[in-house]
């Protein structure tokens, strides 16, 4: 299970970093966190823009809503989403780690 962390400018999201991957999307739960793959390199902040981008996608809010709290040079990233419950992102998580056979 993904814990999330409640702040006071938002929400903190633990997640597992997958650079260079032949797909982009959030790919499961690796140790408590977010499994998200990324197309782009992690070369000069690309894979971390794409990461927001994905994640913000993912997660039905604007990229403006979601930044990197920490983890910049790490596959292991905390991202600060804003503008959500914290109830509110947890649903939205779970759905997205369902197997597509039980997605209503």
Known sequence: MISLE?????VLIPVQAQPKARRQGVV???????????????????ANEALVEVLAEALGVKR???EL????????KTFLVT????DEL??????L??????AG
Do not use: M, N, Y
């Open 69 to 76: 709290a920490s983890g910049a040079t790490s596959t292991a």
């Open 28 to 46: 499961g739960e690796h140790a408590g966190r977010l499994k998200v793959a990324v197309t782009a390199p992690p070369d000069k902040g690309k």
């Open 97 to 102: 780690l369902r197997p597509e056979s039980e």
């Open 83 to 86: 503008g959500v419950a914290r």
């Open 64 to 66: 403006g809503q979601v």
């Open 6 to 10: 409640e702040r006071s400018g938002g």
């Open 90 to 95: 947890s649903r939205r998580i779970a759905d």
